[in-house]
């Protein structure tokens, strides 16, 4: 199988364009479709990826070529653009509405719109939940409802971080289903703020008047889940503020976190799937691809 030339013309200010060029270099292969970053096309290449289409001024015979399309900003590109359309050359746009829109300047059909994804991110983060008080003796803060929370949350991945005395046995208790965990048993003001910027759910299952940890964090604008009960019920107009009163109610918050979660999952992997961009590539390349 002939590697497709992921053909990248050298420029004085290298953008955006060549970390594209790139990623297409690195990802074909793993899809099964050899590819080859070059600025110079030989024999050995039948199909030509050229980046971008402002210096794709010839072809070789025999080979089937596509451009990367960008701005098309003023009237000689799209002059340029038409010329290669007519030629048999298939631009390929970075939106549908761009290709649609050349399809009809040019009278072409030889306009696709791929719309890529991210280039630059990181994994989608874990559960990163906050216990922000110290045990007592007494029974207050309700122990037995955070455990409970946790097997609830153990379907998915979880970072606990805790700040306060009191958690050393309880924290043995959950380490099988919690693999990470960040305790600080000292309190320091530091340190506590550090855990608020760091995490991005605070809960409290206390038993009493309320924690002072749900009313900071609700002013950091995160989201808390905590009894419904205390002085926090004074902020319930808040909508990061999510109550619960039994272990019913703690079960459907819950089961709404995480089907949010399961949400914004999967824009994640949409946004940052670059097989699959690719993979549509190389059915535009092959014919499989109408457009």
């Not at 110079?40 to 990367?68: A, D, E, S, W």
């Not at 979880?158 to 919690?178: A, H, K, N």
């Not at 809960?203 to 900071?216: L, N, P, R, T, W």
């Not at 976190?257 to 799937?273: E, F, G, M, W, Y």
Request: hydrophobic share 40%; proline share 5%; glycine share 4%.
């Amino acid at each position: 199988m002939n590697p497709v030339a992921i053909l990248y013309y050298p420029e004085k200010k290298p953008w955006i364009i060549k970390t594209i060029a790139e990623k297409f270099a690195e990802c074909l292969p793993r899809i099964g479709c050899p590819a080859e970053f070059t600025s110079i096309t030989t024999p050995n290449h039948k199909t030509v990826y050229h980046f971008n289409y402002l210096h794709c001024r010839q072809t070789m015979p025999g080979t089937k070529n596509f451009t990367y399309v960008t701005h098309v900003n003023e009237d000689w590109k799209l002059q340029l653009l038409r010329s290669q359309a007519e030629a048999g050359i298939v631009g390929i746009c970075m939106s549908e509405d761009t290709a649609r829109r050349m399809r009809e300047l040019t009278k072409s059909k030889n306009f696709v719109g791929l719309t890529p994804p991210a280039l630059r991110f990181l994994p989608f983060p874990p559960i990163r939940l906050l216990f922000a008080s110290r045990l007592y003796e007494d029974g207050r803060k309700n122990i037995s409802i955070f455990e409970r929370l946790l097997n609830l949350l153990s379907e998915d991945e979880v970072e606990l971080s805790i700040i306060g005395s009191g958690w050393e046995d309880f924290i043995e208790r959950v380490r099988p289903i919690i693999k990470h965990i960040n305790h600080t048993p000292d309190f320091s003001e530091e340190a506590y703020l550090d855990m608020i910027a760091k995490t991005d759910l605070l809960f409290y299952g206390g038993c009493d008047e309320g924690a002072i940890s749900v009313v900071d964090y609700l002013a950091a604008g995160k989201e808390v889940l905590a009894t419904a009960q205390g002085y926090h019920l004074d902020f319930t107009s808040s909508d990061k503020l999510h109550l619960f009163s039994n272990h019913e109610t703690l079960a459907e918050q819950v089961q709404m976190i995480l089907q949010a979660r399961q949400h914004a999952k999967r824009i994640h992997q949409r946004l940052t799937d670059w097989d699959d961009y690719c993979r549509k590539h190389v059915e535009v390349f092959s014919g499989k691809l109408e457009f």
